[in-house]
Structure formats: C-alpha cells, structure tokens
C-alpha cells in the first residue's frame, strides 16, 4: 500500500507564494501521473495541476501561469509551486497518484494539507 505524504501547506498574503511537496512512501513504486487537486469551501474537489510520465503537464485554466508542478521521479515525488497565488486558491490540497492509464489502474490520495490565502 501506497502512502502520499504532502508538506508545504499554510498561511500566505495574496501575490506571495508557496512550495508544496508530496512524496510516495515506496520509491521504486511506478507511478504514471502525480498532481495535485484542491477542494475550496462549497466547492467540488478539481485538478489544480498533474505531471505525467513522459513529460506532459495539465493545468487547471485559473493556475496556469501561476503555478508550476514538477515530478522527480526517482524519488516519487511531485512539487507545486504557487506564485502570485489569490484568495480563491484558498482550499484542501490533496496530492493523487495514479499507477496507470487503465480502469484497473490504482489511484491513491494523501491526506490533505490548507492553503489559505489572504487578502
């Protein structure tokens, strides 16, 4: 069983920014997509970034240009660094981990760490 261990998570004025980090418990463990989702108050969980084995890198259309989501593979591992960040990033970020493209593939979430932005 896999773990994802987020870290990073806290208080930031508007326009500052934030580094979040997530680690898998077992690193030789072959993950094909790891990235990020937010759940914001009333709000539905939504993608916020996601790196793909190969290289591709999704963003949600309210980040891009903000935020930048990188992966070191050898470590399992996946960041996302948060610039100029606004209230309405402001929310639970959860990291996801996906072992594959397929249905059977296994998906994995963390805990979750608040991001809070201030005005």
């Known amino acids: 069983q896999v773990q994802l261990v987020e870290s990073g998570g806290g208080l930031v004025q508007a326009g500052g920014s934030l580094r979040l980090s997530c680690s898998a418990s077992e690193s030789r463990f072959t993950i094909w997509r790891m990235g990020w989702y937010r759940q914001s108050p009333g709000k539905q969980r939504e993608l916020v970034a996601a790196?793909?084995?190969?290289?591709?890198?999704d963003y949600a259309s309210s980040v891009k240009g903000r935020f930048v989501i990188s992966r070191d593979n050898g470590k399992n591992t996946v960041y996302l660094q948060m610039n100029n960040v606004k209230p309405e990033d402001t929310g639970v970020y959860y990291c996801h981990a996906q072992t594959g493209i397929s249905v059977e593939a296994s998906h994995y979430w963390g805990q979750g760490t608040q991001v809070t932005v201030s005005s």
């Open positions: 790196a793909i084995s190969g290289g591709r890198t």
